[in-house]
């Protein structure tokens, strides 16, 4: 593991706003952190206009190294956690741009709404090991069920959580690169909380809320 090209990202909307409301708003979010990660030639509300063989042309135009890599993410109503893999020098910063600018563009026209919608600076923190990276990732799947949102977390639809215990698989985190286990064994790490309590310690410094 490359522990300097690997951060955990927060991102918050202004003053608490809620900017996720329905289904569609999650799903438009999940696709931009995918189609923002190799520097599209066009924006991805062009994008989603065309038809299947201009699509293909685009997607021939991308660059072949992705900003980032996601390894882990959760989106929540009124922020976002991400676990990321920084492959271009400036990638996170430059991925989160274009995907929030993306997003924000697409929500005020839908509530008919006008300036930010996101805190000015994203906040991040560079993961320091594989074993904090892991207690990371628990952390962040486990931000549903501490909010009250849903009792287990694979009952969140919005997350990682469920490809990383097999009931999806979108193909948008890369996290058999930096794991080695089951996922029935993931499963049992993520819902043994007396050991997540302890490892609230371990990943203290990279827990960003409390900054």
């Not at 329905?22 to 062009?46: A, C, G, H, I, T």
């Not at 021939?60 to 959760?74: G, M, S, T």
């Not at 990732?137 to 997350?159: D, F």
Request: hydrophobic content about 35%.
């Amino acid at each position: 593991m490359e522990e300097t090209r690997i951060y955990h990202v927060l991102t918050k909307s202004i003053a608490g706003f809620k900017i996720f409301l329905d289904e569609k708003d999650y799903q438009r979010m999940l696709d931009l952190l995918k189609y923002y990660q190799y520097n599209p030639k066009v924006k991805f509300s062009y994008y989603i206009t065309l038809d299947h063989k201009a699509k293909l042309y685009h997607d021939q135009l991308k660059d072949e190294n992705p900003f980032v890599e996601i390894i882990a993410y959760c989106l929540m109503p009124t922020h976002i956690h991400l676990a990321l893999y920084e492959v271009l020098d400036r990638g996170v910063s430059e991925y989160m741009r274009r995907v929030l600018d993306s997003y924000t563009r697409y929500f005020n026209k839908k509530i008919k709404r006008k300036g930010p919608l996101w805190e000015s600076k994203i906040k991040k923190v560079k993961v320091i090991s594989q074993e904090q990276l892991l207690h990371l990732t628990r952390y962040i799947h486990l931000n549903p069920t501490t909010a009250g949102l849903v009792k287990k977390p694979e009952e969140w639809q919005y997350s990682s959580y469920r490809e990383y215990i097999g009931l999806e698989n979108t193909k948008l985190c890369v996290k058999e690169r930096f794991f080695d286990f089951s996922k029935k064994e993931y499963k049992k790490f993520v819902e043994d909380r007396t050991d997540y309590q302890k490892s609230l310690n371990l990943i203290k410094n990279i827990i960003l809320e409390q900054f």
